[in-house]
């Protein structure tokens, strides 16, 4: 795990270890912003998966934390792997799992503990900007994917607006934001992530800009208390400028 303690030196992964519950309910916590965000992300891959795979599948979570994909992935009938370091955010991912039939396991993200081609989709929600490594992360996403299986991935663009709203914005405006909670050097452009998956075999299908509906009184009321609104809303946008999150095919033709 030499990376993964790489990564802690760069960037607050510990921050996660000690949300228990909070995952699941704080409002004055950066996560809430996750949560909802997750709201948005949900219906739309799961009608990919149903497109490109089907009503059921085998799907990797890699750096499930709690569980937001990875329980939701489950209730909607699929077979369903969550890994993650943090052993306090895997038991609160079990005890939200109200299909009980996630199997969730300490497992490092650099080495992938499944043999080659074991998964019709594997997702990385919310990751690459936490490693410091992560082409070594999609090269075992890659390896563990079947071919014509699907890789989903979700992070920061790397420009100034995107560092404005993503780390200062949290430090001005949501409370309890930790320090180094994010860390621009690790945010990624998408013409370099395509790239990167091209090296591995994965032929980016879509990418889509995700971000704040600016045009709503929850986040006023964000600003105003430090407290995110349970009815705070995301949207989809054409621009990936702050967020963005997509799914790329792995080649058949590649090992």
Known sequence: MELAKVDREIVNNEAYDHLADRWYEAQDDPIALLRNQHKVEMPWILEAI??????KAEIL???CGAGFLSNDLAAAGHKVTGIDLSTSSLKVAESRDLTHSVHYSQGDVYQVPFPNESFDVVAAMDLLEHVSDPQ???AEASRVLRPGGLFFFNTFNKNPLAWLVVIKGM???VKNTPNDYHVYSLFIEPKKLKLWLEDFGLETNEIRGIRPVFAQKALWQLIRTG???KDFKFTFSRAPLIAYTGFAKKSRGFN
């Open 227 to 229: 407290e995110v609104p």
């Open 61 to 63: 979570d890699m750096g």
């Open 50 to 55: 149903r497109r490109n795979i089907g009503y």
């Open 136 to 138: 070594r992360v999609i």
């Open 171 to 173: 430090e001005w405006f």
